[in-house]
């Protein structure tokens, strides 16, 4: 951002002065010249020149979550609405939205020398006008594995000039999902279990195959109790009854809190073991689902959770 | 000289009135919305300016290779902010003035350009494409590529309004009241489709289909707005020919037909703009309700009934409302945006309202 600053109407005057701030930040602290010059291949197959880190928007909680752990928050100017981790992002950056509801102007607005996005932003035609833009565009792969965390780690890290830093943390990530996978190996037999989305009156609205929240029991050693449905629906009664969890996993946050209780007056739980047990574990929602650097340890607490003998080897 | 604005709105007024209050109506809707379109090009969450404006109309002119910061001013001025400026003009006109045509054709104060089938045809089309579009619709999606769901749409909102108009028809007469009634079914019938597709639909294809009920012109781009133009033509085009029938036709379609009206030709027109106008904002900006159903009542009630009047006055109130909105909608929360058919409706609503309780003279 050399030349003159744009000229900014009284609406837009508390993010100028945040953006000017910023700016100012940016050339006193001229020691921190991001490293420049790298071509990375994105997600989709493009070639992206990148010349300059040091202004990134950053759309995804996964995205942010990796800069924040290669220690590059600084260099973060907009996050999007579903960066929740750490919760400090949100707080002291300004949000260009929902990540699937772009706005290609006001992603533009934030000055950027850099847009990093997981492979859900959206909606198509902002995202294409945005790859039009001179600011380059980099989109990472959609894979959700516990391989792809890494990968993304390592493409991130690639992307910002940080290589070494982001080996470190791949690695790190690797090593917990190797221990994930021989505390996995202790389990038995696998519990059965439902992660409930939502219960609206009663009527959960559960995971079947193909979501998150299904890897996710899988990689904490479980079985999906919720069988022959695809995506995110609601489970009858009756086939609830049929399926008999052994535990209900639910996210923790959420306008009220969840407790045993108020889940297992559910008569779609009437009789299960999981409601003779009172077994309900709750999870991090966005650190469990968004398969972040965060989610080994979610995936190994949930899994001790579900089954006492999950236990990871000493590091 | 006599004042026109003194006289009494409950008076009867003879149709031919074009003076006085008509002229004013139009002339005041022109003046709002070229002040809603200045404003939509000077305002945005980059505050870039109109005085940017000489700098890349001369860095067009000369060509060659602008500065980075005037390749930035081109960009958000006219690949961002003029496409949407554009595309809300055509939508929000040819909204508006289908709206008045379908209402003046059935007689009806809640008709809407919808009305014969192609808001339905249309979003059940986008809404398959979105979520079928990796599955049974891939080859499509192979071949059209991101202008899958736009295409989806134009062609359900013909094959819909098509299909309706082919039900309606006897023996070269089209009965309007079959027309309203066929529309119910179909629309219900499409309506469990739509629900049986979302129903199958993951969290992003809801997402998708979630903010495309609700619209935006933010996927503005010049290659669809030209692609586009034919049809939002078609719908502008029509009003000329459709005046003095819909006029006719406020008297009841018997009488029109003893005043030389060629009712069946103003229908079959009318109903060819709609399913234009529709399935064209439909493939381009989603789904943007209320401008077509209320855009043409507040200019009946502030120039009474004559359609040389409300058609032309439908256009421009339209396109100032939606390009007022969509402004609102891209400063509000920036640099987030808010999806447009939720401001149309907040702003146009009270206002509708106002007016309705300021002037209880009959609406037709």
Known sequence: ?315 | MTSATTRDVTATRPLGDRTGRGRLTLAGAALVLVAAAVLSLALGPTGISLDAVPRVVRALLAGGTASPEIARERLVLVDIRLTRTVLGILVGASLGITGAMMQGLFRNPLADPGLVGASTGAGLAAVAMIALGGGALAPVVALLGTEAVPVAAVIGAFATTLLLYAIATRQRQTSTATLLLAGVAIGAFAGALTGLIVFGADDRQLRDITFWTLGSLGGAAWPKLAAALPFFAVALAAAPLLARPLNALLLGEAEAVHLGIATEQAKRLAIAAAACAVGASVALSGVIGFVGIVVPHVVRLAAGPDHRIVLPGSALAGAALLLLADTIARVVVAPAELPIGIVTAAIGAPFFLWLLLRQRSGIV
């Open chain 1, 1 to 315: 951002m050399n030349g003159t600053p744009p000229r900014y109407g009284a609406p837009q005057r508390r993010a100028f002065a945040i953006s000017l701030a910023l700016t100012l930040a940016a050339l006193a602290a001229g020691l921190d010249r991001a490293k420049a010059g790298e071509t990375v291949t994105d997600g989709r197959g493009r070639l992206v020149e990148i010349t300059d880190t040091s202004r990134i928007v950053s759309i995804g909680g996964s995205v942010t979550e990796i800069l924040y752990d290669l220690d590059l928050a600084d260099r973060i100017v907009a996050v999007d609405d579903t960066s929740l981790y750490p919760p400090e992002a949100l707080k002291t950056k300004p949000s260009v939205g929902y990540v699937r509801a772009l706005s290609a102007e006001g992603v533009l607005s934030q000055g950027p020398t850099l847009i990093l996005a997981e492979a859900d932003a959206g909606p198509p035609p902002v995202v294409d006008v945005l790859m039009s833009a001179a600011v380059p565009f980099v989109v990472l792969d959609g894979r959700k594995t516990p391989e792809a965390v890494a990968d993304h780690i390592r493409f991130v890290a690639k992307a910002v000039g940080e290589t070494q830093k982001g080996d470190a943390l791949a690695k790190e990530v690797e090593v917990g999902f190797d221990r994930l996978a021989a505390a996995r190996a202790k389990v038995a037999t696998p519990p059965r279990v439902v992660f409930v989305m939502s219960l609206r009156d009663g009527q959960p609205l559960v995971a079947g195959e193909g979501t998150a929240a299904d890897a996710m029991i899988r990689l904490a050693g479980a079985e999906n109790a919720a069988k022959g449905i695809k995506g995110y629906k609601a489970m009858t009664t009756e086939a609830m009854v049929e399926a008999a969890p052994e535990a209900v996993i639910m996210m923790r946050q959420g306008p009220t809190p969840v407790t045993a209780e108020t889940v297992f007056a559910a008569p779609a739980f009437a009789g299960s073991p999981a409601a003779q047990a009172k077994r309900l574990v709750l999870v991090d929602g966005l650190g469990a689902l968004g398969f972040g650097p965060r989610s080994p340890e979610i995936l190994l607490s949930l899994c001790g959770a579900l089954d006492p003998a999950c236990t990871a080897p000493a590091p």
